[in-house]
């Protein structure tokens, strides 16, 4: 059966299943946020709860179990509900830059002709520029937000689904079951939603779950030059923008602030691992190359 191959594909690749354990764990943190950090600030729960205004982090304790980050911000907190942010840009920029690759790339392939050669020829302007730095030119202009940089991000990111979109359709257009869906007599945008469209996506799919994570980092990216969240933000990249004036510890103890970059650092690290295992899988489970 169906159900019993594509467990049998996932299951085959160990790692792939480190990598569901991995979302799995973030997505468990992200769900319960509000119980495992309860919520300081009810009109924005992403804030951080800040204790004092001292410069100088403290050490994990009792009040603090991840410690503070410069300015007295809670690094547990900033953690748990840094999980929950991660997930909000993640998916949201994926999905909505999937679907307007998707859109972009189905046009092109459908109308084909001076459509297909204007829009081939957008993507290639952006693709032009590296996307991160077009995505702090974007980000900049509209100001620094996270939801600006949300919108920046997208904006980087759908020509790559519209060019991976295109080329597959335009190669499943050629295959026999088509040509018989045309000698039946079926309409083209019949074609195109029936058979064309839902043959063409899978490797998009793959990519997308493999974006997502790249999409965190990118974003933590831009927080740490200050080009998305805001000061006190439960955003990981923000966390390790505070933590950069400490990296060094002090001149007896080069650990002395350990906790301030590991720890954000390895959220980070683990979060994008996860997802990049995760799409291993879909590719594992989608390509049908695979026995």
């Not at 597959?168 to 083209?188: H, P």
């Not at 019949?190 to 839902?198: E, G, V």
Request: hydrophobic letters at 50%; aromatic letters at 12%; glycine letters at 8%.
């Amino acid at each position: 059966m169906l159900q019993n191959r594509i467990f049998k594909r996932f299951t085959r690749n160990k790692t792939s299943l480190v990598g569901l354990l991995l979302v799995c764990f973030f997505a468990f943190i992200a769900l319960f946020a509000p119980v495992l950090a309860p919520v300081d600030n009810a009109r924005n729960p992403y804030q951080m709860p800040q204790s004092s205004y001292a410069i100088e982090p403290q050490t994990p304790s009792a009040s603090h179990w991840f410690g503070t980050t410069e300015q007295q911000y809670d690094l547990y907190y900033g953690v748990v509900w840094g999980a929950r942010l991660a997930f909000k840009i993640g998916i949201t920029v994926t999905f909505f830059a999937f679907l307007i690759g998707l859109l972009v790339g189905s046009a092109a392939a459908y109308f084909g002709g001076k459509t297909d050669e204007v829009i081939m020829r957008l993507t290639d302007v952006v693709f032009a520029v590296p996307s991160l730095v077009l995505a702090m030119v974007i980000a900049a202009m509209l100001g620094p937000d996270i939801k600006n940089m949300m919108i920046a991000l997208t904006a980087v990111a759908w020509p790559s689904y519209a060019r991976l979109v295109r080329g597959d359709i335009l190669s499943v257009k050629q295959r026999d079951f088509v040509t018989a869906a045309r000698a039946l007599g079926a309409g083209g945008p019949r074609i195109m939603l029936r058979h064309i469209l839902p043959n063409s996506i899978y490797p998009s799919v793959v990519v997308a779950s493999l974006d997502i994570g790249y999409i965190v980092l990118t974003a933590a990216s831009l927080s740490f030059l200050g080009l998305g969240a805001q000061p006190g933000t439960a955003d990981w990249g923000q966390l390790i923008a505070m933590a950069r004036n400490w990296v060094l510890g002090t001149s007896g103890n080069t650990l002395a602030y350990w906790h301030t970059v590991f720890i954000p650092g390895g959220a980070i690290f683990f979060f994008v691992l996860g997802w990049n295992l995760l799409g291993d899988a879909f590719r594992d489970i989608l390509d049908p190359r695979q026995g």
